[in-house]
């Protein structure tokens, strides 16, 4: 079992910056894959940024040179620095771990909420 939980979410104002976090506990060993994906109310959910354990990276068209995705194996952590924020990323944020476990489906964070205004 992975444990995900995320934080940093919040109220910012167009052209602004926020830093999600989201930390993993449980069987951290088993995790090769962790990225950001996001779901904005009435739409389907959708990759924001994926990052494996070696360090490749892959960001959605949408967020490129704006949202930059890091990880730090120590800390099991994964951190989505998200710059020159638009309304249109206003959604709820998920954390998402992929395991090396044939068959496992990735586990989910619980989400946190991310509104740019106007």
């Known amino acids: 079992q992975v444990q995900l939980v995320e934080s940093g979410g919040g109220l910012v104002q167009a052209g602004g910056s926020l830093r999600l976090s989201c930390a993993a506990s449980?069987?951290?060993?088993?995790?090769?894959?962790m990225g950001w994906y996001r779901q904005a109310p009435g739409k389907q959910r959708e990759l924001v940024a994926t990052?494996?354990?070696?360090?490749?990276?892959n960001y959605a068209d949408s967020v490129k040179g704006r949202f930059f995705i890091s990880r730090d194996n120590a800390k099991n952590t994964v951190y989505l620095q998200m710059n020159s924020l638009k309304p249109d990323d206003t959604a709820v944020y998920y954390c998402n771990a992929a395991t090396h476990f044939l068959g496992q489906p990735p586990y989910w964070g619980q989400g946190t909420q991310v509104t740019v205004s106007s």
């Open positions: 990052i494996t354990r070696g360090g490749t990276i």
């Open positions: 449980g069987s951290i060993f088993s995790i090769t894959t």
